[in-house]
């Protein structure tokens, strides 16, 4: 993951956690939540998101709702892998700005 650019797991998940309505904060593991953080970036790989070039226009890219569509997607094939659908968009938005606050100390 992004480790050189200041991102750091164990802070996303924190924070994601306060982002998230209180009756979700203690639903998942870190692990869990981790996993929905990694499908998002497997997301970012896929639409060649990760080059860095130019953050502004990749941010531009971005289409919140197919993001959470895929992530959604890909959740419900792990059959090993419960969360619920109506979660995924909390915790997808609570890494989105988990990002974006890593945008004010780059």
């Known amino acids: ?38 499908i998002i970036w497997d997301y970012y790989e896929q639409k060649g998101m990760l080059s860095l070039n130019d953050i502004e226009t990749e941010e531009e890219l971005l289409n919140e709702d197919d993001l959470i569509a895929y992530v959604k997607k890909e959740v419900k094939a792990q059959n090993d892998f419960l969360v619920d659908p109506n979660d995924i968009p909390y915790i997808v938005k609570g890494e989105l700005q988990y990002e974006e606050s890593l945008e004010d100390v780059l």
Do not use: C
């Open 1 to 38: 993951m992004a480790e050189e650019l200041g991102y750091n797991e164990e802070q996303a998940v924190k924070f994601i956690r306060n982002y998230v309505p209180r009756e979700m904060q203690d639903k998942y593991t870190d692990d869990e939540i981790l996993i929905i953080v990694d």
